[in-house]
């Protein structure tokens, strides 16, 4: 079905700016995605509501059967990118649950806690498929994956993993452990260098707030905190660096390197 959308006060288009707002996703359980590249990562048994494609948009709209065109000016209304690409996407948002997880052979997890930037989010959801994470677990505190920056920035890597919404951080290191998979959050304090640590089994590291760094609780919960050599002069690391480093280090060790 295509219908053409002549103004702002269409359902379609009142939908759209209201899923800008995090409020609205949850409550909808829908978000937006803009782009033909996003658009293509969408795996076919993820739900799309509907399509909303501007006048001159050229390239593929039959991603599913209800397609609404527009004018280019009532497109660029709706749009949150500076350059439009002329096609969106509405999408059902996916929930994972804990209790449908399937741990596979020395499984590799990341947690994440107020992880509040969207580019450090899309960033570590970026490096963790690369890599071939398991899983990625997100605390209450953390900013939305399906905010539309944290979606763009992932490049469609959200939807290639498994990724848990709105966690308690502390209840899964508790379940991962009783799983025997090893906690590392990554610390300041932490009394061993991250490339001392064996990461090549079952294991799950811990990332926290980008100001704060992990709550003292979650802290205690880990089984080890691991520390990133700094050589140098800053006192921090950017969490999506720290992040990939770490990543990267399992994948070292994971690949005999």
């Not at 949150?80 to 649950?97: F, L, S």
């Not at 209790?99 to 570590?124: A, C, H, K, R």
């Not at 009783?178 to 260098?193: M, N, Q, S, V, W």
Request: aromatic share 8%.
């Amino acid at each position: 079905m295509e219908q053409y959308i002549d103004s702002v006060h269409n359902k379609a288009i009142k939908e759209i700016n209201a899923l800008k707002n995090k409020k609205e996703r949850d409550k909808r359980g829908l978000f937006i995605l803009e782009g033909e590249r996003l658009i293509s990562e969408i795996p076919p048994d993820w739900e799309i509501k509907y399509i909303a494609a501007a006048e001159s948009y050229r390239g593929k709209r039959a991603y599913c059967e209800c397609i609404y065109n527009m004018s280019d000016s009532l497109f660029e209304k709706i749009s949150d990118t500076v350059n439009p690409q002329g096609i969106m996407a509405v999408c059902g948002i996916n929930e994972y649950k804990l209790s449908n997880i399937e741990y596979g052979q020395n499984p590799f997890y990341v947690i994440l806690e107020n992880v509040m930037d969207p580019g450090n989010m899309g960033t570590i959801i970026r490096t963790a498929d690369a890599a071939g994470v398991d899983g990625i677990f997100l605390s209450k505190g953390c900013v939305d994956i399906y905010n539309p920056k944290v979606i763009r920035s992932t490049m469609g890597s959200v939807f290639h993993l498994p990724i848990y919404r709105n966690v308690n951080a502390i209840e899964v290191v508790k379940k991962l452990r009783d799983e025997g998979i090893t906690t590392l959050a990554a610390h300041l304090k932490g009394d061993t260098a991250l490339y001392n640590v064996n990461l090549k089994k079952g294991c799950a590291i811990i990332i926290g707030n980008e100001a704060n760094g992990l709550s003292d609780e979650l802290s205690y919960e880990a089984e080890r905190l691991v520390k990133i050599p700094m050589p140098g002069k800053a006192e921090s690391m950017n969490a999506g660096i720290a992040a990939g480093i770490l990543i990267y280090e399992a994948v070292r060790q994971r690949l005999g390197d």
